[in-house]
């Protein structure tokens, strides 16, 4: 006969021993596992009378479940444990001074947030578009046909697919970010797009890529007028002084009809560039009111509607605002001139302007 106080009392026992999950898993094989004791008593009913059986399977049952409620209680101590430890152990302490081994921004991204903030202040939204783009959107649609001089000003990268049958090349401007945000969204529109852009040409002042920031507003009356008060606000706040003397003469894009280049007023005292006194000028930027055949490219009534765009380069924005003298520094990855031109991520950019 199977001394069963004694089986309990054993389990009972090495159960309170456990100290791991891994022996209490011993534990569970050793008692309740295919060969372990309590089911090797369970195969063992078969051979008892009937009577005995039903009196022994009853006990078994019930030093089963309490085997079972004895490891399931076990376990949850185990656990509970083991996660105090973890805490215990892992605590953070948050009065610890901060790592003076922050990262800092790069010029660009400082600059871009800039534009966006500025222009975000005069209700422009930010569109993006692909730097994969069609050569129709980025030429064809801008009413530069396929034999219009502008594309080969624009040494441009050709890619070796296609979308929709379109020979696809890396966009040289922001400009078709104009076709594709017109085909998406009915007029009012009133967007900026900064991006990278890609042409191929490398020196001194050229890197194959560089940033663009375009911007284009549509709707039914804004007029020259709009987009020279626009861009002098842009411009003003952007460089800190409402001393910025600008200039815009004609110029031409096949997409802009007026079309202008505008130039702001500067002075070198030494090796460094004063932006906003003396007499010299810098072109800064291109623009104009936008075609009537850009409008009819993307289905929308030039005699209805009409608007102007503009675009800049983001690295020249920054080179002037910040004193950086070479644009090819702005992507070698040099730690010592991020350390020396970066931002600090709490840098946030000002709206307010020096009205001295
Ligand atoms: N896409 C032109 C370029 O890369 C810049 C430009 C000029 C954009 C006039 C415009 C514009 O939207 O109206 O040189």
């Known amino acids: 006969m199977v001394d069963f106080t004694k089986l309990e009392q054993d389990i009972t026992n090495s159960l309170s021993k456990v100290t791991d999950l891994e022996s209490l898993n011993e534990c569970r094989i050793k008692y309740l596992g295919k060969k372990g004791e309590i089911s090797l008593l369970m195969k063992e009913l078969a051979k008892l009378s009937d009577d005995d059986r039903k009196r022994q399977a009853e006990i078994l049952n019930i030093l089963k479940n309490k085997t079972l409620s004895l490891i399931e209680e076990k376990t949850e101590e185990l656990n509970d444990r083991n996660l105090n430890e973890k805490l215990s ?6 009065t610890l001074p901060v790592s003076s081994s922050l990262g800092s921004i790069h010029p660009i991204t400082q600059v871009i947030e800039e534009v966006v903030t500025i222009f975000g202040d005069l209700d422009f939204y930010v569109a993006e578009g692909p730097e994969v783009e069609t050569d129709y959107n980025n030429f064809t649609a801008l009413n530069t046909s396929e034999h219009h001089p502008a594309r080969q000003m624009h040494d441009t990268f050709y890619v070796e697919t296609q979308t929709d049958n379109m020979q696809n090349v890396l966009r040289t401007h922001t400009s078709p970010v104009q076709i594709r945000s017109m085909l998406e969204h009915k007029p009012p ?11 191929c040409d490398n020196d001194q002042t050229h890197s194959p890529m560089f940033h663009q920031v375009e911007g284009l507003v549509i709707d039914k009356d804004s007029n ?33 009809e007026p079309s202008a280049e505008v130039d702001i007023g500067y002075t070198k005292k030494g090796n460094q560039l004063i932006i906003g006194e ?15 055949k850009v409008l009819q490219n993307v289905n929308i009534d030039p005699n209805s509607f009409q608007g102007y765009a503009f675009g800049m380069g983001i690295e020249r924005l920054a080179m002037l605002k910040y004193g950086i003298s070479d644009l090819r520094t702005f992507f070698e990855c040099d730690l010592r001139w991020i ?3 970066g931002f600090s991520p709490l840098n946030f950019p000002s709206l307010i302007r020096d009205l001295s």
């Open 189 to 199: 529109i009133r967007l900026i797009a900064p991006g990278k852009t890609f042409r």
């Open 278 to 292: 003396g007499n010299d000028w810098l072109e800064i930027l291109g623009c104009g009111m936008v075609h009537p």
């Open 89 to 94: 152990s892992e605590t953070l302490d948050v």
């Open 339 to 341: 350390k020396h031109y």
């Open 224 to 256: 020259m007028s709009h987009l020279k008060g626009c861009l002098e606000i842009f411009l003003k706040t952007f460089f800190e002084t409402d001393k910025l003397k600008m200039r815009f003469r004609p110029s031409h894009f096949p997409f802009t």
